[in-house]
């Protein structure tokens, strides 16, 4: 079926006509000589039809959501490597980077799952964003060294009056705010250069909404049945 747009529909007022005794499919290039289909303005045989078809169903089960996870997990992380790279050494405007992560994690979301579908959507998007976050890794480990640092210090200090337990408090409240800020760094870098961070909200939602895209169902319209020789007119 690679020979079909599937995500091209037609009108409804499309013609689809034959003049001979037999036409060819555009898929499987058999040819046809009863009856055939339109799918998205492609003349196609009954089996080709009902493959298409269940080309354009989202794939349900957990094995092809927990694929399409791995898969866009590894290309968020190689996105938001890029992303640091681009943000430590080229001091580029943040967010540009953000369009190709979205086509890196939209891709290997949808290669991974082999079809496209509401759930992919939420996945690659949420992946797509993580790796916008995971470029400020820098910032987040360096708070994480100062949480230790202040730790220890609190530890010599408590290990004095046997307070020991309230350290363990501590130190987990920490990680929950450090975990925090890791999600709202990329929020909290853009209203800090307002108003121009307002340009890179923009791309980051332009990167976030090529992978929703790249990750949505095929979109198929079939008309038909048609006889071969018949000159027919959908409705």
């Given at each position: ?26 898929a499987c290039h058999a040819a046809i ?51 640091y790279a681009v943000l430590a050494f ?38 797509t964003y993580a790796a916008v976050a ?102």
């Amino acid at each position: 079926m690679s020979d079909l747009q599937f995500d091209r529909a037609v009108s409804s007022h499309s013609t689809s006509s034959t003049d001979g005794l037999a036409v060819t499919c555009a898929a499987c290039h058999a040819a046809i000589t009863d009856s055939y289909y339109d799918v998205n303005g492609h003349t196609v045989c009954s089996t080709c039809r009902i493959a298409a078809e269940a080309a354009a169903e989202t794939p349900r089960g957990v094995g092809p959501l927990a694929i399409a996870a791995a898969c866009g997990f590894f290309a968020a992380v190689a996105g938001a490597l890029i992303y640091y790279a681009v943000l430590a050494f080229a001091n580029l405007e943040i967010g540009i980077v953000a369009i190709l992560i979205g086509y890196m994690v939209g891709y290997s979301v949808r290669r991974g799952a082999r079809g496209g579908g509401r759930r992919f959507q939420i996945l690659a998007v949420v992946l797509t964003y993580a790796a916008v976050a995971l470029a400020y890794t820098p910032i987040i480990i360096r708070g994480v060294t100062d949480a230790q640092n202040n730790g220890r210090n609190e530890q010599r200090a408590e290990a004095m009056d046997g307070t020991s337990q309230s350290n363990v408090v501590m130190r987990g409240e920490k990680a929950l705010v450090l975990f925090g800020l890791a999600a709202a760094l990329p929020v909290l870098v853009i209203f800090n250069s307002f108003p121009s961070g307002l340009i890179s909200a923009f791309i980051i939602f332009i990167g976030l909404r090529q992978a929703w895209k790249m990750t949505a169902a095929p979109h198929i319209q079939v008309l038909g049945p048609y006889r071969v020789g018949s000159s027919t007119t959908s409705a």
